[in-house]
């Protein structure tokens, strides 16, 4: 059996329970106070604002763990920008995706410039600007949108930054490949997902 190495130690909730209550916040668009609502009409009793303390602390520790662990992504990337308000000052998120629609890396800044976005993702892979690459790229902000929205928007940059590294890396590994998705390889991409993330975020059998 191979450990975790993540550490759960001095906190009283069974680690299962942490591991569940972050999943849900960064894979699905809802708020800390649903997730607390989903987990009470299971009888668990944690308020919303200790399932933001789990995102804050334990969402990082994971997303160490899984970048070691991640798949070898595609070799075409495309960088795209959003506009994100923060404490009532535009910021700009920039996001490589690759010609699967994963997310390689994002930059947060506060001054729009493509040329210093590109220097800081320092990514091997050839960047490339095709119409399709432009399309999944701008897909892959939706999600993102919808949980800015519930969050009512990012406090602080640093708040931003962290919580897309995240939420980028979760959606990752649970949303199948964009090309030849069928039912089958879909269902098979999430069950080993989910093996990876109990891997990471529990103990492995």
Known sequence: MSKTLVSYKRHRFPRELIAHAVWLSFRFPLSFRLVEEMLLERGIVVSYKTIRRWSLKFGAEYVRSLRRKRAKRGDLWHLDEIRVVIGGHIHWLWRAVDQDGYILDEILQRRRNTKAAKRKLR?????????????????????????????QRFRSPGGCQRFVSVFSVVRNLFVPPAANANALTRHIHRLQAFAQWKTVTILAA
Do not use: G, T, Y
Not at 127 to 145: G, I, Q, T
């Open 123 to 151: 990514l091997s892979v050839r960047h490339l600007s095709h119409k399709e690459l432009n399309n999944r790229a701008e897909n892959s902000h939706l999600p993102l949108r919808k949980r800015e929205r519930i969050m």
